[in-house]
């Protein structure tokens, strides 16, 4: 009979070889020290190998090997992993790796046991991994709709809900729902899906796309259900949030005072709003195509629209309906793009023919205005005129009662003078207030210049001042009335010389006279350092009849001035301080320049 201590060094001496598991002994170096016979059945011959050698047939350790953590902690570790036999079928196995502590507690080898997983276990495996981590919520219900089982994600969202009836844990229900799914599945063991609305443990409300399978069905029998349910209410959200999104979009460009249209890609019209039909005329909007557009719109905006990046704005052009006939129009285009994809192009119209309307209504209005604001200056002037008339005929009556022939030459002068005074108030003012059309020609604006300044230069020779002149070169033609725009720089350049005349400025008299183009705006500038305005002449330059040049002057030059400019959509501003000088303005935007005649 084997005593105890037989038993012992029996087990010391061939418990190794008799484990009905693979065993290895290894090295902090990988090596393999020590193997049992089942390993080395199993993996083959191992001596003088490394571990990952056999294991796995690599020439390094294994990327997530166990061994250094078990060797820094002296904690074992069971992992699950595939390593190929001597045969070289590659085999799921559980690994065991503990360590051996020698007396002091060094640890200097550790064990290796290695158990292999049956194909059955390796499946069970896989499929529990699969119910535990797929994304999605998985109950299994019994036919009394008691949750038998729930994975992982679903544990996260309504706690611990097992043996719990479904309709009262998720729905807070005292009965089973009318449109229950899991129902239908237990009635005719098909799968069902539907829309759910449950509670989470937090209380709050989630809607699922839930689908009901049988579960465990042997013979076409079963007693379970899997359902499997998907969080839908960020997609619920986002779905109502799009539609509110698209009704609003939809109100907004049917209600919109712009004409839209929009084309997609395969050039159908998608879009097309009640102003554009009204704009253009159209009876029937199913008959109207991406062709039509290029009658419509100027010639080459679709093609410029479609090879530019970014939006194309016609500030004023003309747009025809659909019978031919052009009205004016802001127009703006986009081509549509998603993810750098051709996805068509939208068109905005503005019919501007109210605002055109409005603004030559705006200055007949102010030219009105003006008109009434100097009679009362034109009286006052022709009264001046008569006390001058006045004196004349007295001096010369008085020159021939006394036989006085000097006296009789200065009333005749008087009397010349003053009534050449009111032929010109009259011719003047007629000229102001009758309000005729100005007549355009494509010319050069820089000539224009230049021709006012052959008029005025023996004048501004004559009197010692500085003329300089500075031109911009290569300014394209413009659509003005070339006769208008003379008497505008006529004018300005006229009260230059005289505010130059009488100024007491002890430096160089000087006249500056620009012409430049910036912003697709010709810009006149006339800048002299004459004598200046106060702030009281300056607020009325272009608001009354006013002269600053007694009877030199009619002070209808800048009223002139500023009905031309105004008439070419344009506008006069200055800038002047008193003993230094005076700037005046001339804005010609081309984009408001009238159409040539």
């Given amino acids: 009979m084997m005593t105890a201590d037989h038993i012992k060094d029996w087990i010391e001496k061939n418990l190794f070889n008799t484990m009905p598991m693979s065993a290895a002994v290894i090295d902090s170096e990988f090596n393999l020290i020590a193997a049992n016979r089942v390993f080395e059945e199993k993996f083959g011959d191992w001596r003088n190998r490394k571990c990952y050698e056999v294991y796995r047939n690599l020439n390094s350790k294994c990327p997530h090997c166990a ?112 449109d229950c799914t899991a129902q239908n599945t237990f009635e005719n063991g098909q799968r069902h899906s539907g829309r759910s609305t449950v509670i989470e443990k937090n209380g709050k409300k989630v809607e699922l796309l839930v689908t009901t399978v049988p579960y465990e069905a042997k013979n076409g029998k079963f007693d379970l259900v899997l359902e499997m349910a998907v969080d839908i209410t960020a997609t619920l959200d986002l779905e109502e949030e799009l539609k509110m999104t698209n009704i609003t979009m939809r109100s907004l460009i049917s209600s919109s005072l712009y004409g839209i249209i929009a084309v997609d890609e395969n050039d159908r019209i998608t879009i097309f709003n009640q102003a554009a039909e009204r704009m253009l005329d159209i009876k029937n909007r199913d008959s109207f195509n991406k062709k039509d557009l290029d009658t419509i719109f100027p010639r080459g905006f679709l093609s410029f629209v479609a090879a530019s990046s970014g939006p194309v704005y016609l500030n004023e052009t003309k747009v025809c309906n659909i019978e031919g006939d052009s009205f004016p129009a802001r127009l703006t285009g986009i081509k549509l793009l998603a993810n750098d994809q051709y996805r068509g192009m939208a068109f905005w119209i503005h019919d501007i023919r109210r605002i055109k309307k409005l603004e030559a209504e705006k200055i007949e209005a102010e030219r009105l205005a003006a008109v009434g604001k100097t009679v009362a200056g034109l009286a006052h002037g022709i009264k001046n005129v008569l006390t001058g008339l006045e004196g004349g005929e007295y001096m010369l009556n008085s020159g021939l009662q006394k036989g006085d022939a000097r006296r009789v030459q200065k009333g005749m002068e008087m009397l010349n003078r003053n009534t050449k ?94 012409v430049y183009e ?13 004598c200046g305005m106060d702030y009281e002449v300056k607020k009325k330059v272009f608001t009354t009849f006013f002269t600053t040049k007694g009877l030199g002057g009619t002070g209808l030059g800048l009223l002139m001035t500023k009905k031309i400019i105004q008439q070419h959509g344009g506008e006069v501003e200055f800038d002047s301080i008193l003993d230094q000088g005076t700037t005046f303005r001339i804005r010609l935007p081309r984009e408001r320049l009238p159409q040539k005649a």
């Fill in 67 to 178: 061994q250094p953590s078990v060797f820094a902690d002296g904690k074992p570790m069971v992992v699950e992993d595939i390593s190929s036999g001597k045969n070289g079928r590659k085999t799921c196995r559980i690994r065991h790796t503990m360590p051996i502590q020698d007396e002091h507690g060094d640890i200097s080898y550790l064990i290796e046991m290695t158990s292999d997983m049956s194909d059955a276990e390796l499946v069970r495996q896989k499929y529990r991994n699969l119910f535990e981590h797929v994304p999605c919520d998985i109950i299994i219900i019994n036919r009394d709709f008691q949750i038998v089982e729930t994975n992982q994600r679903s544990k996260e969202q309504f706690g611990s809900i097992e043996g719990a009836f479904c309709y009262e844990i998720l729905k807070n229900r005292s009965s089973k729902c009318l």
């Fill in 421 to 514: 005074r009111v032929s010109t108030f009259v011719k003047e003012f007629l000229n102001f207030s009758k309000g005729q059309d100005i007549e355009t020609t494509f010319c050069d604006p820089v000539e224009i210049a230049r021709e006012v300044v052959n008029t005025y230069f023996i004048r501004i020779k004559q009197l010692g001042i500085k003329l300089v002149t500075d031109f911009q070169k290569n300014i394209g033609p413009a659509s003005l009335d070339s006769e208008g725009m003379h008497e505008s720089l006529s004018n300005l350049l006229g009260n230059a010389i005289d505010a130059c005349r009488i100024s007491e400025n002890a430096n160089e008299l000087t006249i500056i006279l620009r």
């Fill in 518 to 530: 910036k912003d697709d705006t010709i810009i006149y500038e006339v800048i002299d350092n004459g």
